[in-house]
């Protein structure tokens, strides 16, 4: 039986507990970007101290941390001219090498859920999912809207929402299975692969947005790679 994702578009700091940490590092902590200096600073919400400070590279936007708490993964923004995602261990407070992104650039939201990291790629027009286990990203799904800039996943990984800025929409993304026609062989695993998208404007100003297939790195498989083009529908009240 395939899986497919069904996407229907419609219009930085943290905090964490840890399993484990370094001395001194509180087991409960605040994680706080800083875009000017650079850095990601991990507080004490008790004493509201600074316990240590971490490089993590150019224009961060965004950090969340692993269910664990022992890692963080901050986006190198840039108004889509990175590619970049710095990495920090958080037991030892140290930095991790990046996770080079390629040709989706402009990361920018972020969410950790099955495992994974979920981010946007605003550049891209798309959303990837990158698999610390493997250290490659297993998923990449187009969204074909501008500038698509935070995102969530359910805790079943089965459901995605994401805010597309410039195109003043929503993109709703589920996951759903889809049987074999008659007659043809039956796949022998499980498959994940796009399906259309539709828009749903949220104000009245906004163009349509535009179709994009988002680019995929020699890393992925047939089964993830973008998106067919979007089709509209009716517009929907803003709230």
Excluded at 78 to 93: E, I, K
Excluded at 141 to 161: C, E, F, K, P, Y
Aim: proline share 9%.
């Amino acid at each position: 039986m395939d899986h497919r994702w069904l996407a229907v578009p419609l219009l930085a700091s943290v905090f964490y507990p840890a399993a484990l940490m370094a001395q001194g590092t509180p087991a409960q902590s605040l994680l706080v970007l800083s875009k000017h200096d650079r850095t990601l600073a991990i507080v004490d919400p008790g004493t509201l101290q600074v316990v240590s400070r971490v490089p993590v590279g150019d224009d961060p936007h965004e950090v969340i941390a692993s269910s664990d708490g022992r890692t963080a993964y901050v986006s190198n923004y840039g108004f889509g001219r990175f590619h970049t995602l710095a990495v920090v261990d958080l037991t030892t407070a140290k930095a991790l090498p990046s996770i080079d992104l390629g040709p989706l650039n402009g990361p920018h939201g972020l969410f950790f859920v099955g495992g994974e990291t979920w981010f946007t790629a605003e550049g891209a027009k798309a959303i990837g999912r990158y698999d610390p286990a493997s250290n490659k990203i297993d998923m990449i799904l187009g969204t074909g809207q501008n500038r698509t800039h935070m995102i969530w996943v359910s805790a079943d990984a089965q459901r995605i929402i994401t805010t597309n800025v410039n195109s003043g929409t929503v993109s709703l993304i589920a996951k759903e299975e889809v049987r074999a026609p008659t007659g043809m062989r039956p796949s022998s695993r499980s498959v994940t692969a796009p399906r259309a998208s539709t828009s749903r404007p949220l104000a009245a100003s906004c163009g349509s947005p535009t179709p994009a297939t988002a680019p995929s790195p020699s890393s992925i498989s047939p089964r993830t790679r973008s998106s067919p083009p979007s089709r509209r529908t009716s517009p929907a009240r803003t709230g």
